[in-house]
């Protein structure tokens, strides 16, 4: 009885341990690894099917021990990583700091994920470091571009530029980007962290080497992909792109399929200078003409010229008035319902465009003005979002 109870009790721990392995070695489509400004990132929410495995305070020689246990634990597509600055704070150089860097990056893509680098970052406590960060990042561009000259297929290691983009931010805007110890970043600086990573996680088939204000700053030629074979027919006569904004046919209140009604007031304003037009005669809120963006020449009842109907609902057709519309995603857009309360003070889109920093703002609901205020922050060098 005591060897049947003895057997039962082995069996049991066996399937308990098999049950904490097999949850424990999940398949994560990101994983996180680094220093601080990994633990301290919030990404459990904003990228799902993901892992954080940041420690504060470690090296790349550090991060290079565990990473083939986290490889192998998780079995990721992408790494985002971060490190290097603690091993130029601790005393390392330039150039070992990047072997070790190297290092890391080797044993990631041989399991076969790609490397997401963010960058260093300018901060107000380590002066004394900055030129040795942009050094480090200086060795790590280049890394990307050989890497990428040398694939078979798409870039494996690729660089989210952060510093040339934080040091505008922070002449323009002190503070905004750090927590109190001027080291590691706040919400704000995090709001942009999200936005690129986001970005460059989602180009999984493209060919982007290094991304600077979420855009990317350089790309890959793609010599390693396969290439269509040559034919001795003549090219294809090309066909024109359409044109980004249309003013549709008279009275109707719908626009030309494949186009959409534009959204905002200033989206208004850009298409107006798109299909020619230059005067502009204001907003309105009726249910008696065209919803949004419309033109008037020679209509009854309406000064020539175009308009900005607000109206929530769909508006009327009204004889002779033409809707403008644009292509899908050709303008930015604000979301009329972002706020920013400070002091009981009230304020929106509107408040954010005036000033280029009020687009670090992070609003009632918490996103951050230049995610939700794209079309007032448009424009603005430090916090630009659309292409």
């Known amino acids: 009885m005591l060897r049947t109870f003895k057997l039962k009790h082995i069996v049991l721990q066996v399937l308990l341990l098999t049950s904490s392995v097999l949850t424990s070695s999940a398949v994560k489509k990101t994983l996180f690894a680094g220093d601080s400004d990994i633990e301290g990132w919030d990404t459990d929410d904003e990228f799902p099917d993901s892992v954080n495995e940041g420690v504060g305070g470690w090296t790349c020689k550090q991060v290079g021990k565990r990473i083939n246990k986290y490889l192998k634990k998780h079995k990721p597509e992408w790494v985002v990583l971060v490190c290097g600055e603690n091993d130029l704070a601790y005393g390392e150089s330039v150039n070992k700091a990047f072997q070790d860097f190297e290092s890391v990056v080797a044993k990631i893509v041989k399991k ?119 034919t001795t027919s003549s090219a294809p006569t090309p066909t024109p792109d359409p ?37 502009w005669e204001g907003d309105e809120d009726t249910n008696n003409w065209p919803s949004r963006c419309y033109f008037c020449d020679n209509v009854d009842d309406c000064e020539d010229g175009v308009w900005f109907n607000k109206v929530e609902d769909t508006g009327t057709a009204r004889t002779g008035a033409r809707p403008i519309c644009a292509l899908p995603n050709t303008f930015c857009e604000d979301d009329a319902d972002w706020t920013y309360t400070k002091r009981g003070r009230v304020t929106d889109c509107v408040w954010v465009g005036k000033k280029s920093k009020r687009c670090t703002k992070i609003g009632d609901d918490g996103a951050a003005a230049f995610q939700a205020c794209k079309l007032s922050c448009k424009g603005f060098k430090t916090t630009s979002t659309c292409v």
Request: aromatic share 8%; proline share 7%; charged share 30%.
């Open 112 to 230: 076969g994920a790609r490397v997401i680098y963010m960058g260093t970052k300018p901060e107000p406590g380590t002066k004394k470091l900055h030129s040795d960060y942009e050094k480090y990042d200086a060795k790590i561009r280049a890394k990307a571009t050989g890497m990428a000259a040398t694939a078979d297929t798409i870039p494996p290691l690729v660089m989210v530029d952060v510093y040339p983009v934080f040091d505008v931010i922070e002449r323009d805007e002190p503070g905004e980007l750090y927590k109190g110890d001027n080291l590691h970043l706040s919400k704000y600086g995090y709001a942009y962290w999200t936005e690129w990573a986001k970005t460059a996680l989602a180009d999984d088939l493209g060919s982007c080497i290094r991304w600077e204000n979420n855009s990317c700053a350089e790309q890959s030629n793609m010599e390693g992909l396969p290439t269509s074979t040559p």
């Open 243 to 279: 044109p980004s904004a249309v003013i549709g046919d008279p009275s109707v209140n719908d626009c030309p399929e494949g186009y959409e009604k534009i959204q905002s007031e200033r989206g208004c304003k850009e298409a107006m200078k798109l299909v020619g037009k230059s005067d």
